[in-house]
């Protein structure tokens, strides 16, 4: 009985040690990938660092215009909404700039068909949209070009 006792001590002596073996192996490996990593997310973002650094005036540049596009807000979207979804086939738009002018205008586009009618009955019907209520017409060696003041309330930067 004494010999199977001093076995099983013995047994749990070295599990105990084997246990502990295991779990200082397992440590160590999650200490190791952890390394790995933090010099692979240093080397990264150094990388990323001097990228940012080489482009800095890009990228302010950049951060600039979105902030100023965020406080103005010249809606694009309903700009050009507006403009395709009530423009007939006849219609052919040859150029449109929006946003682009800090004298008080919005949209400048010009607009052209072999049919002066369609032409007519386009603008007119830009013309009840509220913001193209104010548009100012001017005629082209071969196209008609439409200004549109900024919208009520739209304030310059």
Not at 15 to 25: C, F, N, P, S, Y
Not at 55 to 63: G, K, P, Q
Not at 152 to 157: A, D, Y
Request: with cysteine; aromatic share 6%.
């Amino acid at each position: 009985m004494v010999k199977i006792g001093r076995i099983l001590d013995s047994l749990a002596r070295h599990r105990q040690k084997a246990m502990l073996t295991v779990i200082g192996l397992e440590l160590m490996g999650i200490a190791c990938a952890i390394w790995l990593n933090a010099g692979i997310d240093n080397k990264a973002r150094n990388e990323e660092y001097l990228r940012y650094l080489s482009n800095r005036d890009a990228v302010v540049t950049e951060l600039n215009r979105l902030e100023v596009a965020r406080q103005e807000d010249i809606k694009p979207m309903e700009a050009l909404s507006a403009m395709v979804m009530t423009m007939p086939q006849q219609v052919k738009c040859r150029h449109v700039t929006i946003g682009n002018f800090h004298n008080g205008d919005w949209i400048v586009m010009d607009v052209e068909s072999r049919e002066k009618g369609a032409v007519d009955d386009y603008l007119s019907t830009l013309r009840k949209n509220q913001y193209f209520s104010g548009m100012r017409i001017e005629d082209m060696k071969d196209s008609v070009r439409v200004t549109v003041p900024m919208p009520e309330g739209f304030l310059w930067q």
